[in-house]
């Protein structure tokens, strides 16, 4: 019976046409060249593993520099501070024997007094101790120069007289302040205090200090003889 069912399908082959037998051939030969293929295909590289992102928080935290710590002050050394604003200084005012003194040029004196109120020529015992005053009313200041001199030959205070002595003296003050800053005058009377050596002489009123003058040393102007033989 097998052999009736073989020669029966052999027959039957043979009265096919090529083409179909083409058709209808077995698949064996064509797996080996698939599988060569597939032999000759580079493995797949496993996948690699994903790491977890890391939160945004710890991302920053790596990446941030940690904060340089501050250097310790040396010891002994000295803080920065701001310099300080200069501060105005206050007019001084007129000092008798420091801004304003016998001996100094003349001109000097004008250009710290001003234009003055007056200009009067007073007659020496000869011409060439004719002298010159020259009136600051507003400053309670005359000064005295001898013909043909630069230099102040004497300095009359007056009573409207506001600024000070270089010793702190002012105008005003009583007699006491005198002999405190200038020991006992050589000679005195109710109206006058002598200070020759200093060439200095006070007027006084009810023990008060009222006016002054001040010569320059062995002055020949005539208002200072005068006060010497008072």
């Known amino acids: 019976m097998n052999i009736l069912k073989l ?10 046409p ?3 037998l083409a058709d209808t051939k077995p698949t064996d030969k064509q797996a080996p060249a698939t599988m060569a293929k597939a032999e000759k295909a580079k493995p797949v590289a496993p996948a690699k593993k994903v790491e977890k992102a890391k939160p945004a928080t710890m991302a920053k935290a790596d990446t941030a520099k940690p904060a340089t710590p501050a250097k310790p002050a040396k ?7 701001a310099p300080a604003k200069p501060k105005k200084k206050k007019p001084e005012g007129l000092v008798i ?3 304003l003194k016998v001996g100094m040029p003349l001109a000097n004196a004008i250009k710290l007094l001003g234009i003055p109120g007056s200009i009067s020529v007073k007659r020496g015992t000869e011409s060439k101790l004719d002298s010159v005053a020259i009136a600051y009313g507003n400053h309670g200041i005359v000064l005295h120069s001898l013909n043909g001199k630069k230099n102040i030959e004497a300095l009359e205070i007056l009573p409207q007289f506001k600024g000070r002595f270089a010793e702190g003296i002012k105008i005003g003050e009583k007699f006491t302040a005198l002999i405190e800053k200038y020991g006992v005058p050589q000679s005195m009377t109710a109206s006058l205090a002598k200070y020759p050596a200093k060439g200095m002489y006070f007027s006084l009123k009810e023990n008060m200090l009222v006016a002054a003058h001040i010569f320059a040393k062995n002055s020949k102007i005539l208002s200072h003889q005068l006060y010497k033989n008072r």
Do not use: D, E, H, W
Request: charged fraction near 15%; hydrophobic fraction near 50%.
């Open 7 to 16: 020669a029966v399908l052999f027959i039957f082959c043979l009265m096919l």
């Open 97 to 99: 024997g420091k801004n």
């Open 18 to 20: 090529q083409g179909v």
């Open 75 to 81: 010891k002994g050394a000295k803080q920065a501070q």
